[in-house]
């Protein structure tokens, strides 16, 4: 399929390694992918589900001890231990390329080595970049085949250059204790052992397009981000873009594809998915910041999602999607989980593979970190832009994290490098989408902390030094949370669809068209100007008790990011450490 040397000698060096039976290429063609389906269902790796409910749709459950990213186990393999900073595990790449072709050593024996070639991004497009992955997995090809653009035409557009990502995948034994998932930023390199699942596997994703390529992104002045990517359509038919960092599991997917409420709607107020994980985003002629989505498919959440939390997710697995880790139901052979409905399956198997009766059974049907994998076009509010590669230009970056108390709503950064500081200082409850404890909070800037493939000190400074680059055409930084609780524990904010009322706040800052009152970490809004009509059991009073700011709360917040900031030692940019100290004097 190719004559590009640098490839077929990677390959052939691989294959002397790992020691398939046969050599398969991906060329992207219905037909490949369909035998490929069809002999993942003859061996049960897949099932195939009912064809006239989900026409096209395969249920596959992974091994009970690898359902999430391993971030214990995840390295960055950098020459240099001080280049991979003190967010990340790092390992001696010779150490690590050893230990790995140790692992890796004949593991094909027996089986079929898959070249997966991929774009991420739109094929050709200048923001895009190719990677080559080798899998033995079908699972791996069938839900690249989803999230990524695979096959030919990729190889065609790399034609001789070198320039593409090296990705070798090895299932081995699924053996959780020789479960390593490296990357090797200065070689262009991702070896992931031991495993199946999803974000530690599809190398596309978390691996390439955030830890590889934030690395590349440093170096040639662009930015890989944790971010969704959506337009809102305003009802003269003129569309904003915002993109926004969310930790993993905590709401990108349900924002990017949201419903305008009612009195929304009937305006004519539209909301546009370029995105829900990943932005990649360069400054373009004229200056301003545009954004692709790398990615093709969703990887998303499935507990959860239903009718009401997002319909348009729901709409969107209904054809062409692999779903991992729910629950099967037997009656019709469709699929279940948690939060899907209040009618679960009598007569199921679990995510584990055990009969499951869901009216009985004391323990979940589905796990919490089960995913559709569902095609992008699949989603009836899909972006124009979506496929274009040429980007949308962002007016606002949005920041946010689950945060229980302390964040409020919405506030707006007091400029570019105040936002990149608000940005540094996120903070978020855990979820289930790594493995370890849940519901710990946890710095996690911009989101990227698992996903950060260098040291997290140069990140910051590389963002400090795209705004001075964008000057006063610079995105205007903002940070949200939806997840504020109540005495009893429950959320204040309706969340979901309402954000909306939120988003326009943001847009309307953007153009200087709404006042706003000047805090100690920012602007907070006037609770008045944010739209609360025809929300139900909510008032203005209720909205002043999530946009108030305390400073008691804040003071302690400071000295939890002055401890945080050490660990970045030298590396952390004399700005962020000014930016501490005059939040520390507005406080008191
Ligand atoms: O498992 S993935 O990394 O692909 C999804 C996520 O954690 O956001
Ligand atoms: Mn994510």
């Known amino acids: 399929m190719t004559s590009n040397t640098s490839v077929l000698n990677w390959i052939e060096n691989m294959k002397t390694l790992v020691n398939p039976d046969q050599v398969v290429w991906i060329d992207g063609s219905e037909e490949q992918l369909e035998a490929l389906r069809k002999e993942a ?22 091994a009970v001890n690898d359902v999430a990213r391993v971030e214990g186990r995840t390295f960055i393999c950098s020459k240099k231990e001080e280049d991979a900073g003190p967010t990340n595990n790092w390992m001696d790449p010779e150490k690590a390329y050893k230990m790995l072709f ?59 250059s070198e320039d593409w990502v090296r990705g070798l995948h090895c299932k081995c034994q699924i053996d959780e204790e020789k479960r390593y998932i490296c990357h090797f930023p200065e070689d262009n390199t991702i070896i992931s052992v031991n495993s199946g699942y999803g974000g530690n596997v599809l190398l596309g994703k978390k691996c390439f397009a955030l830890r590889i390529a934030s690395f590349l992104g440093k170096n040639e002045g662009w930015m890989a ?8 359509e305003n009802p003269q038919g003129e569309v904003k873009y915002i993109s926004a960092a969310f930790p993993s599991a905590c709401g990108k997917t349900n924002l990017a594809m949201l419903i305008p409420p009612e009195g929304y709607r009937e305006k004519g107020y539209k909301v546009w998915t370029v995105g829900d994980d990943i932005a990649w985003m360069r400054i373009g002629p004229d200056g301003r910041l545009w954004a692709i989505n790398p990615e093709n498919g969703f990887f998303g959440v499935a507990p959860g999602t239903n009718e009401k939390s997002n319909p348009n997710a729901l709409y969107t697995t209904q054809k062409g999607t692999i779903f991992t880790n729910v629950a099967h139901n037997l009656d019709d052979n469709t699929v279940w989980w948690e939060g899907l409905d209040k ?65 409020p709503l919405v506030y707006q ?53 795209m705004g001075q680059k964008l000057g006063d055409k610079a995105p205007k930084i903002f940070n949200v ?14 969340g979901f669809g309402d954000n909306l009322r939120v988003l326009e706040w943001i847009l309307k800052r953007c153009e200087g068209s709404v006042d706003a009152q000047e805090t100690p970490i920012g602007y907070v809004p006037y609770a008045e100007d944010i739209n609360l009509e025809g929300l139900k059991d909510f008032d203005v009073e209720t909205l002043k008790t999530i946009l108030e700011i305390k400073n008691d709360e804040w003071s302690k917040e400071a000295e ?29």
């Open 41 to 62: 269902c003859s061996t049960g790796e897949m099932i195939k589900l009912n064809e006239e409910k989900l026409p096209g749709c395969y249920l596959h459950r992974t």
């Open 102 to 160: 140790d692992i890796a050593k004949g593991s094909y024996a027996g089986r079929t080595m898959y070249v997966i070639p991929y774009s991420m991004g739109p094929v050709g497009s200048p923001f895009s970049k190719v990677g080559i992955e080798l899998t033995d997995s079908i699972y791996v090809v069938l839900n690249m085949a989803i999230m990524t653009r695979v096959g030919k035409a990729v190889l065609e557009s790399l034609g001789d």
């Open 225 to 232: 981000e944790h971010m969704l990517i959506l337009g809102v």
């Open 343 to 407: 009618n679960p399956p009598e007569n199921a198997v679990d995510w584990k593979g055990n009969p499951w009766n869901g009216k009985t059974s004391d323990v979940k049907g589905a796990h919490p970190n089960s995913r559709f994998t569902a095609p992008a076009k699949n989603c009836p509010c899909i972006s124009e832009e979506f496929d274009k590669g040429t980007g949308v230009p962002i007016s606002a970056i949005v920041f946010g994290g689950r945060r229980a108390q302390t964040t």
């Open 413 to 465: 950064s007091r400029d570019w490098n105040n936002g990149v500081f608000v940005g540094s200082i996120m903070a978020s409850e855990t979820t289930a989408a790594a493995t370890g404890a849940v519901g710990v909070l946890r710095h996690d800037p911009m989101a990227m902390k698992p996903f950060c493939g260098y040291h997290m000190g140069d990140y910051f400074q590389h963002w400090i030094e």
């Open 481 to 494: 949370n939806w997840f504020r609780l109540d005495e009893e524990g429950h959320f204040i904010w309706p």
């Open 560 to 588: 939890e990011i002055t401890e945080f900031y050490k660990t970045f030692g030298d590396k952390l940019p004399a700005e962020l450490q000014a930016q501490l100290a005059s939040l520390k004097e507005r406080l008191q």
